[in-house]
C-alpha cells in the first residue's frame, strides 16, 4: 500500500509537468533580469582633467630667489614666469633673452622683486630690469637702449627708491 501510495505520488507529479509543457505554447518566454541598483557615480575632481597640477603662484616662487642670480635659477626660462613675459614683451622677449647676458643678484624690497640682465661689453647701451611686485602680481619690464622702453603687464609697478635709482641714466 505504501508502494502504490508513492508510486501514484510520483505519476501525479511527471504528469502534471508533462502537461504543464504541452500546452505552455511559447516556451521562449524570457526569464525576469534583476534590476541592478543605482549606484552613486564617483566624485569627479577638476583636477582630474587637468593636464598638469597647477602652479604655485608666481610670488611664492619669486621669494625664494632673493640674492640668487638669475641663471641659477633659470629664471628666463620657468614657464610660469616666460609665458607672461612673452605676453608682456612679444617679439621682444627674444632680444631681452639674447641680450641678458650679465646679471646682478635678485633683489626683494618692499615687496618688488627686481632682476636686471645687459649684453656682454654692452651694458650702458643695452640693458633689461624686470620689476614684479608680489603682492598685486604685475610685471614691469624696462629695456635701457638709447632711450627706455616700458612694457607694464597692469600698469606701472611704484618702486623702492633704491630701484627707481637704476632706471636713471
Known amino acids: 500500500m505504501k508502494n502504490s501510495l508513492l508510486i501514484a505520488v510520483c505519476l501525479f507529479a511527471v504528469m502534471g509537468c508533462k502537461y504543464l509543457n504541452t500546452n505552455n505554447t511559447n516556451t521562449n518566454v524570457p526569464k525576469p533580469t534583476p534590476t541592478a541598483e543605482p549606484k552613486p557615480s564617483p566624485t569627479v575632481n577638476k583636477r582630474d582633467f587637468d593636464e598638469k597640477p597647477a602652479a604655485p603662484p608666481l610670488s611664492s616662487t619669486l621669494k625664494k630667489f632673493n640674492g640668487k642670480y638669475p641663471y641659477e635659477v633659470n629664471l628666463l626660462d620657468r614657464p610660469e614666469l ?68 616700458t612694457y607694464a603687464e597692469h600698469g606701472k609697478i611704484a618702486l623702492p627708491k633704491k630701484f627707481e635709482d637704476e632706471l636713471a641714466p
Request: net charge negative; glycine share 8%; with cysteine.
Open 82 to 149: 616666460k609665458d607672461r613675459l612673452k605676453k608682456l614683451l612679444g617679439p621682444d622677449f627674444a632680444a631681452m633673452k639674447a641680450n641678458w647676458n650679465v646679471e646682478s643678484q635678485i633683489e626683494i624690497e618692499n615687496g618688488i622683486f627686481m632682476a636686471s640682465g645687459c649684453e656682454q661689453h654692452n651694458c650702458g647701451d643695452n640693458r633689461y630690469l624686470m620689476f614684479v611686485d608680489l603682492e598685486k602680481d604685475n610685471i614691469n619690464v624696462f629695456h635701457l637702449e638709447n632711450g627706455t622702453q
